[in-house]
T-cell receptor
Framework: NAGVTQTPKFQVLKTGQSMTLQCAQD?????MSWYRQDPGMGLRLIHY???????DQGEVPNGYNVSRSTTEDFPLRLLSAAPSQTSVYFC????????????FGPGTRLTVL | DAKTTQPPSMDCAEGRAANLPCNHS???????VYWYRQIHSQGPQYIIH???NNETNEMASLIITEDRKSSTLILPHATLRDTAVYYC????????????FGTGTRLTVIP
């Protein structure tokens, strides 16, 4: 199993540009989520999904959209990037009905100029 | 979900036990205690979890006080590779995928 994969690893955007961060998992996990981590801070939940076709907002959802058309993929879209969105983004997944052992991807480091 | 309090940093000598404390005085009856760690900006890694009994796995031991208001993660023989930020999180077993990470404890293992 590849686990949770994220692309790209690094990205630089200009203010106002849009882009999609990709996340995929091959463990057939129902739950997937996106976190951001700012320097010296813990992770903050952006959006999450409890299954295909179902998404919900986390702690810091503004400026981000998500969709979940398949179990495997959970892309995060930035519609109009802002410097405040400069951060490291982590995607995670876990099985349904178990304790909360989440599997995290390696992260995408995003810089918005 | 209940909030946790951890010391911002700790040092531990290589080969010695590292004991990382966590306070969660507002924990409710159905909330578990989870520990994750994050090594050098990698994605967090699950370590262990528990409800009220002490737990042990190949990575660590988790000691939860009888009143469940605090816990300690024990790395029995710390190595340099254990240098990381350790997060103590409380949450319910069911429900959405919401883990609330604080700033954790930065553990530095010293040679």
């Amino acid at each position: 199993n590849a686990g949770v994969t994220q692309t790209p690893k690094f990205q630089v955007l200009k203010t106002g540009q849009s882009m999609t961060l990709q996340c995929a998992q091959d463990m057939n996990h129902e739950y997937m989520s996106w976190y951001r981590q700012d320097p010296g801070m813990g992770l903050r939940l952006i959006h999450y999904s409890v299954g295909a076709g179902i998404t919900d907002q986390g702690e810091v959802p503004n400026g981000y959209n998500v969709s979940r058309s398949t179990t495997e993929d959970f892309p995060l879209r930035l519609l109009s990037a802002a410097p405040s969105q400069t951060s490291v983004y982590f995607c995670a997944s876990r099985e349904t009905g178990l304790y909360n052992e989440q599997f995290f991807g390696p992260g995408t480091r995003l810089t918005v100029l | 979900d209940a909030k946790t309090t951890q010391p911002p940093s700790m040092d531990c000598a290589e080969g010695r036990a590292a004991n990382l404390p966590c306070n969660h005085s507002t924990i409710s009856g159905n909330e578990y205690v989870y520990w994750y760690r994050q090594i050098h900006s990698q994605g967090p890694q699950y370590i262990i979890h528990g409800l009220k009994n002490n737990e042990t796995n190949e990575m660590a031991s988790l000691i939860i006080t009888e009143d469940r208001k605090s816990s300690t993660l024990i790395l029995p023989h710390a190595t340099l590779r254990d240098t990381a930020v350790y997060y103590c999180i409380v949450g319910s077993q069911t429900g959405a995928n919401n883990l609330f990470f604080g700033t954790g404890t930065r553990l530095t293992v010293i040679p």
